[in-house]
């Protein structure tokens, strides 16, 4: 696998059929780190078919995770991390013991220190566009510094800097990357200028 940009493709809504094909067109526009959340159509179906053709190219693997039992699902076939919406407990301690990255949601410091007490690998700041920048470096200022911190809900190319400034690790992508029904050529266009955006951003 390339040197990972930390930018989380979410493909929300994808179906098994469209899978391979966006997963290529975000791979080769320079994404590696891809979610497919599990309230899409055949979710694990999808993640199992992009881990079968990209487990060598990237890290594949679920979003709104709610259970222990989504966790097993995806450990089964092939993925690799967890992102759940919530700093579940359960989730976040079984992620681990699967031996998977997990990435929770978090929205306040309390949350925050529960997801790294159970074990989280990084925490996913949702709806970043509601705490803003602002709102992320009060909270970091609290955390632990080798903690990774990604912005979710509301960051996009234009406001990479400001989030990098106050010490984001990096991003989760949704509608700008990906609608349901957005063919791969045009993901692929929208990767590469989050991938412009995000080198740029962090060359500052």
């Not at 097993?72 to 690799?80: F, L, S």
């Not at 990255?101 to 306040?108: A, D, E, H, L, N």
Request: aromatic share 8%.
């Amino acid at each position: 696998m390339t040197e990972r940009r930390e930018i989380i493709a979410i493909l929300r809504g994808i179906t098994p059929n469209e899978s391979v094909d966006v997963c290529r067109a975000l791979i080769e526009a320079g994404i590696t780190m891809i979610e497919v959340p599990l309230n899409s159509p055949d979710a694990v179906r999808s993640i199992e078919l992009a881990v079968d053709a990209f487990q060598h190219d990237a890290m594949i693997g679920a979003g709104t995770v709610l259970s222990r039992r989504d966790v097993q699902a995806v450990a089964e076939v092939g993925g690799t991390f967890i992102v759940s919406p919530d700093a579940n407990r359960k989730v976040i301690e079984e992620t681990v013991r699967l031996t998977l990255k997990s990435y929770p949601g978090v929205f306040t410091p309390t949350e925050a220190f529960k997801a790294i007490r159970a074990g989280a690998t990084g925490l996913k700041f949702f709806p970043a566009e509601v705490l803003g920048a602002k709102g992320i470096k009060a909270i970091k200022a609290v955390l632990p510094s080798t903690m990774p911190v990604y912005a979710v809900g509301g960051a996009n190319p234009d406001n990479f800097g400001e989030f990098f400034a106050v010490g984001c690790t990096g991003f989760g992508l949704g509608t700008f990357l990906y609608k349901p029904g957005r063919a791969a050529a045009e993901v692929g266009e929208k990767a590469r200028e989050a991938v412009a955006a995000y080198d740029r951003s962090k060359a500052q």
